[in-house]
């Protein structure tokens, strides 16, 4: 199966910048993913890395690292909106490449 | 364009209760999934569908059904409701099984 681990909260100030990790095990990883979701509702899709680097996407950027079996999500300039909770999540092959979700990382923006 | 729709949105039920959830879509994607949600979890993959017809097990199965006798629209049973299901209920949509999944806004599910 599947497991990954990622911090449960994280808090900052507006304008900070926030990196939450991810490490995950996998037998047959084929990409790692980030989803937000506000307040439980619907999960949104943030990014998605299948090869080693640096995806970025506005203010949020997410790493990979599959030497490492660990990848980031960078959030920057954060803002109040961005009080969520991140979840990665794992596709892999032995699993006919369904996603595996992380128990998510709740981020907290102080004024 | 809607996107994905789940009905109900809330929902209380006794113990031994039967309900279905309904997840619909207007994207047109082949693949459908139902998640749950529990405090401090992720979301646990309950069942999926690649297709019209087609339904396959996921992580957490038992206790659930599914049908998928339109491409748009993926059901989720309980044929007799458990305190341990109470839950919140995802669907999602997804092109492939390797893309992007789209989600529903959820149904909250209170067993008593």
């Known amino acids: 199966g599947q497991s990954l681990e990622q911090p449960s909260e994280v808090t900052a100030v507006e304008g900070a910048i926030v990196q939450i990790n991810c490490t995950y095990q996998t037998s047959g990883f084929y990409g790692l993913s980030w989803y937000q979701q506000h307040d439980g509702g619907a999960p949104t899709f943030l990014s998605y890395?299948?090869?080693?680097g640096l995806e970025e996407t506005g203010r949020f950027s997410s790493f990979l690292s599959r030497s490492d079996s660990y990848g980031y999500l960078l959030l920057q300039e954060l803002q109040m909106k961005d009080s969520a909770s991140y979840f990665c999540?794992?596709?892999?092959?032995?699993?006919?490449?369904?996603?595996?979700f992380g128990a998510g990382t709740t981020v907290t923006v102080r004024a | 364009n809607a996107g994905v729709t789940q009905t109900p949105k809330f929902r209380v039920l006794k113990t031994g209760q039967s309900m279905t959830l309904l997840c619909a879509q207007d994207?047109?994607?082949?693949?459908m999934y139902w998640y749950r949600q529990d405090p401090g979890m992720g979301l646990r993959l309950i069942h999926y569908?690649?297709?019209?017809?087609?339904?396959a097990k996921g992580e957490v199965p038992d206790g659930y059904n599914v049908s998928r006798l339109k491409k748009q629209n993926f059901l989720l049973g309980l044929e007799s409701a458990a305190p341990s299901q109470t839950s919140v209920y995802f669907c999602?949509?997804?092109?492939?099984?390797?893309?992007?999944?789209?989600f529903g806004p959820g149904t909250r599910l209170l067993v008593l």
């Open positions: 994207m047109n994607h082949e693949y």
């Open positions: 890395n299948a090869l080693d």
């Open positions: 999602a949509v997804g092109a492939a099984l390797r893309e992007t999944q789209y």
């Open positions: 569908s690649v297709g019209e017809g087609t339904t």
């Open positions: 999540a794992v596709r892999d092959r032995s699993s006919d490449y369904k996603l595996s």
